[in-house]
């Protein structure tokens, strides 16, 4: 038998959160995203990154699932982990964490069980900045949306985004330091490097990745398991088509948004967001195509950051969604059936801005149905859409 050095690194992996977002009816940590669990897939990740002592936090009484879960993902290894109950929040489960800890082990690194696809690298740099700066680090990606600050469903004013970085998972610091900030903080933070940098100390970052999102609502779990069938798939994968519609009835109190375009004249539509039956039914078609639900799914009544935004905004998400899966898109037909507005005079300038939007091309069509049905009787608007996805790389 090998002995195991003892290492000066130690991972805390949180999984004791009750997953009450994601509706799976029990915590988060023990869902399956394929045939193991999101703590499952985090503990793989945790063992192939630098060695560590690992302690897991989960809820009371599920102690010994997770313990299960650990020893399969580390096999020999598997003296490194513990497996020790959560408090009533995420800092209390930490704080819990920390407590386990070896005497030995020098940097604390804290990781979400949520961000069960993070790769190994993120754990290494994570780890080499807080051993060569001394401070806190935290993995951040770029925030690439357009932000706005609102006041009930007013916008109010635009956000820099320059400055700004969305943080993940783990997140290392040094040991001492990290326990002095646990030991002195009175209030609740939202990550470990806020309450790390409220006692005084410092914080950097590095490049985080794609890969680490946080599993919180059934669509990340949906993207995740995506993710994962398509690493999984040893066959090739083939372009691949979706078909989607949509429908909103007139009655909107904003100018009508259709197809990308502002009508002035026409009669808006009624919707969650600007009501454009016809960007609504491109994003339908596209996430069938790659296999990634629904537009409800991704940008449902559930999600308030979507409230009143173009079709342009769902287009570029979308596009975004279907690049993270692996897949890019070839081009989009779309048909409209409407009396109102008359296209042909804007059918060019819509698909422009429409491919724009995609970043592929799309064409529209537009008919109308002979005075026959909610659409002929000029009640509401109906678009269908074919698209076509291909495999990125």
Do not use: C
């Not at 023990?30 to 063992?47: P, Q």
């Not at 609502?217 to 083939?238: Q, S």
């Not at 998400?317 to 081009?331: K, P």
């Amino acid at each position: 038998m090998s002995i195991i050095p003892v290492p000066r690194v130690a991972v805390v992996v949180v999984a004791a959160g009750s997953g009450s977002r994601l509706g799976a009816g029990g915590p988060k940590a023990f869902v399956g995203i394929d045939a193991h669990t999101i703590l499952r897939h985090a503990l793989d990740g945790v063992a192939l990154a630098p060695p560590a002592q690992v302690v897991v936090v989960v809820p009371p009484g599920r102690e010994g699932d997770a313990r299960t879960e650990a020893e399969a993902a580390f096999g020999d290894r598997a003296s490194l982990v513990s497996v020790v109950a959560g408090g009533t929040s995420r800092q209390e489960s930490v704080a819990a964490g920390l407590h386990a800890l070896w005497a030995d082990v020098e940097i604390v690194l804290v990781h979400d069980a949520a961000r069960a696809l993070t790769p190994a690298d993120v754990f290494a740099r994570v780890i080499d900045e807080v051993r060569e700066s001394g401070a806190g680090a935290i993995p951040a990606r770029p925030v690439v949306d357009t932000l706005k600050r609102v006041e009930d469903a007013a916008v109010t004013a635009a956000v820099d985004r320059a400055p700004l970085v969305a943080a993940q998972t783990p997140q290392g610091f040094p040991r001492a330091a990290l326990e002095d900030a646990y030991a002195r903080a009175t209030d609740d933070h939202t990550d470990d490097a806020a309450l790390f940098a409220a006692a005084g100390y410092g914080v950097r970052h590095v490049a985080g990745s794609d890969l680490a999102f946080k599993i919180t609502t059934p669509a990340d779990l949906d993207r995740a398991r995506h993710l994962v069938r398509g690493a999984a798939d040893r066959v090739p994968v083939l372009p691949r088509v979706g078909i989607g519609t949509d429908v909103h009835a007139v009655g909107g109190e904003a100018t009508l948004r259709l197809a990308g375009l502002e009508w002035p004249g026409e009669a808006g539509l009624r919707g969650h967001s600007d009501g454009d039956a016809v960007a609504h039914a491109i994003v339908d078609a596209v996430l069938a195509a790659a296999g990634l639900g629904d537009i409800g799914t991704h940008f449902g009544v559930d999600r308030p950051e979507f409230a009143g935004a173009t079709g342009e905004v769902f287009l570029r998400r979308v596009r975004e969604l279907v690049a993270e899966a692996g897949f890019a898109v070839g081009n989009v037909s779309v048909q409209v059936q409407a009396n109102r507005p008359r296209f042909a005079s804007r059918r060019a300038e819509a698909e422009r801005v429409l491919s724009a939007a995609l970043g592929a091309p799309v064409s529209v069509a537009a008919t109308t149905t002979d005075g026959l049905g909610f659409t002929g009787s000029g009640e509401g608007v109906s678009a269908t859409a074919v698209a076509l996805v291909h495999p990125a790389h």
